[in-house]
């Protein structure tokens, strides 16, 4: 079993629709969880960060961690063209300094 | 601030010659960390360092891969000899630790190398 598992996509959603990303990790006392932005060609580039269980908003993005069934997701409301990216999920590792393990990527790709 | 900085962004080079891969990582940062990205691995974290020292190389795919980091401010990753099975981007990226809990990670460029 992978540490950071995520669908590798493409998920293409309509623009103006809801896109949701999910990733599950397998290591039960990690604590961080981060979603990247990668766009082709680009380095990847932090959306948002995650520590304590719920939802936590910013803009038009929401990320969801459920610590006892280990899943973080990112939800993007009103997706735009320019959110076709591939999304990375990041979990640290066994509270290891700043270590962090990447899950594969989501391609996610928003039609006008 | 001008964000990690790699040196250079393109590298061709030809099976057996000698890459030196170069970063500066953001100023004040304690953390630095090597990865290597290819469409079949992904994100592969090579090695890291804390203060200057490198903490965990288990990436590292072989004894031809080196990294060092002589100060705060600059690091280096060599390949000697290159094979082109190493051709892929190369990223440098760097972080600060506050309060124990593990912090963003921001990431430079990328060097694309490409061994032929």
């Known amino acids: 079993q992978k540490e950071v598992e995520q669908n590798s996509g493409p998920l293409s959603v309509p623009e103006g629709a809801i896109a949701s990303l999910n990733c599950t990790y397998s290591d039960r006392v990690s604590q961080s969880f981060f979603w990247y932005r990668q766009y082709s060609g680009k380095s990847p580039e932090l959306i948002m960060s995650i520590y304590s269980n719920g939802d936590k908003e910013d803009g038009r993005f929401t990320a969801q961690l459920n610590k006892a069934s280990q899943y973080v997701s990112l939800l993007i409301r009103d997706s735009q063209p320019s959110d076709s990216a591939t999304y990375l999920c990041a979990v640290n590792r066994n509270n290891a300094g700043n270590m962090l393990t990447f899950g594969g990527g989501t391609r996610l790709m928003v039609k006008p | 601030d001008a964000g990690v900085i790699q040196s250079p962004r393109h590298e061709v080079t030809e099976m057996g010659q000698e890459v030196t891969l170069r970063c500066k990582p953001i100023?004040?940062?304690?953390?630095l960390f090597w990865y290597r990205q290819t469409m079949m691995r992904g994100l592969e974290l090579l090695i890291y360092f804390n203060n200057n020292v490198p903490i965990d190389d288990s990436g590292m795919p072989e004894d031809r891969f080196s990294a060092k980091m002589p100060n705060a401010s600059f690091s280096t990753l060599k390949i000697q000899p290159s094979e082109p099975r190493d051709s892929a981007v190369y990223f440098c990226a760097s972080s600060l630790w506050t309060s124990g809990i593990t912090d963003t990670q921001y990431f430079g460029p990328g060097t694309r190398l490409t061994v032929l």
């Open positions: 100023s004040g940062h304690d953390y």
